[in-house]
């Protein structure tokens, strides 16, 4: 009786499941969450190139409603560029986690793998009705999700307090979006560095190893 008294009290805990996140965003949902414009075909934007994009201009000279819209600027940006169509960006994975206010895959990219200037934040949504309402967009973001997931070793969903990652060199491909909300305090955004700007990735649907440069 004592022997098993003693294996129970040794025996560790059973793991309790994660809950999955249910959370829905507020901020300029509808935009974080509609599929790229067409044409489908990615520009390739470096990141210097993406650091140095202006807020459109309708945010910079404060129309009413500008920082809440629900619709993308129409804005032209260097005249070439504008809110919600495909981009892409390269660089090194810094961080990533699961964002509990909304169940966004955060994650913060930058030009090179030791310092964290330059940092860029590309965002998937959680690919379920409840979060995503376009079926087609649904798919790719959960085909994103479980890549970055696989690609990065990740064994489960990241955590809500972050994963630190460092080697991992990546493409990824989405709609462009500026996150108004925080602007013109973009450095404010980012855990464990700053944020360069407020334009970003979001929603990825793509994602991929690059070749190291």
Known sequence: MLRVVALLLAAPAPLVAQAPCS??????WTVKTEAPLPPLKA?????ADFTALPA???VVSGVKGAKSTETRYPDTLEGKYK???LVSLTGWVRFIKLSNDDCDF??????DSVSTGGMIIVEIPQADAKHVTD???RAELDSARKNVESDLKLKKDPSTSGNKIGSAYM???GALFFDAPHYPNCDKRGVGMQASTCWEIHPVTQV???KKP
């Not at 955060?106 to 030009?111: E, F, L, N, R, S």
């Open 23 to 28: 959370a829905v965003g507020k901020a300029q």
């Open 106 to 111: 955060h994650i913060q990219v930058t030009p």
């Open 83 to 85: 809110e919600g169509e």
């Open 135 to 137: 079926g087609l967009l």
């Open 171 to 173: 493409t990824f491909e």
């Open 43 to 47: 520009k390739a934007i470096a990141s």
């Open 56 to 58: 459109p201009a309708s």
């Open 208 to 210: 991929k190893f690059a």
